[in-house]
C-alpha cells in the first residue's frame, strides 16, 4: 500500500502560479504511475495530468496543456504539479493518486485506474 499527502494549495489571483507537492509512503514510490485530478462545485472529479512510473511519459488534459507541468522525484518519494497561468476556471480540490497497475511507460486518465488516492488540498484562483 502507499499514502498520499498533498500539499502546497491556496489562494492565488488569475495569473499566477503554484506548485503542488504529493508525498508518498509505503511501498516504493517507482512502482507506481501517478496522476492528478481535480473536482470543483457540483463537478466530477476530472483528469489533469499523468506521469509514468520513469517519469518518461507525460499526459495532460487539454484545459491545462502548456500551463501545467506534472512531474516525479523517485528518490524523494513525491509527485508535482506545477500550474502557471491559473485561471478561475482552475478552481478546484486537487487530488494526486497512485497506480499500481501501470506499465513502466504508462500513464492513465481514468479515476478507476487508480487504487489508492489523497486527501486533496484546495485551490483558488481569484479574478
Known amino acids: 500500500q502507499v499514502q498520499l499527502v498533498e500539499s502546497g494549495g491556496g489562494l492565488v489571483q488569475a495569473g499566477g502560479s503554484l506548485r503542488l507537492s504529493c508525498a508518498a509512503s509505503?511501498?516504493?514510490?517507482?512502482?507506481?504511475?501517478m496522476g492528478w485530478f481535480r473536482q470543483g462545485p457540483g463537478q466530477e472529479r476530472a483528469f489533469v495530468a499523468a506521469?509514468?512510473?520513469?517519469?518518461?511519459?507525460?499526459e495532460y488534459s487539454d484545459s491545462v496543456k502548456g500551463r501545467f507541468t506534472i512531474s516525479r522525484d523517485n528518490a524523494k518519494n513525491t509527485a508535482y504539479l506545477q500550474m502557471n497561468s491559473l485561471k478561475p476556471e482552475d478552481t478546484a480540490v486537487y487530488y494526486c493518486?497512485?497506480?499500481?497497475?501501470?506499465?513502466?511507460?504508462?500513464?492513465?486518465?481514468?479515476?478507476?485506474?487508480?487504487?489508492?488516492w489523497g486527501q486533496g488540498t484546495q485551490v483558488t484562483v481569484s479574478s
Open positions: 506521469i509514468s512510473r520513469n517519469a518518461g511519459n507525460t
Open positions: 493518486a497512485a497506480d499500481s497497475t501501470a506499465w513502466r511507460w504508462e500513464t492513465k486518465r481514468m479515476t478507476d485506474e487508480y487504487d489508492y
Open positions: 509505503g511501498r516504493s514510490f517507482s512502482s507506481y504511475g
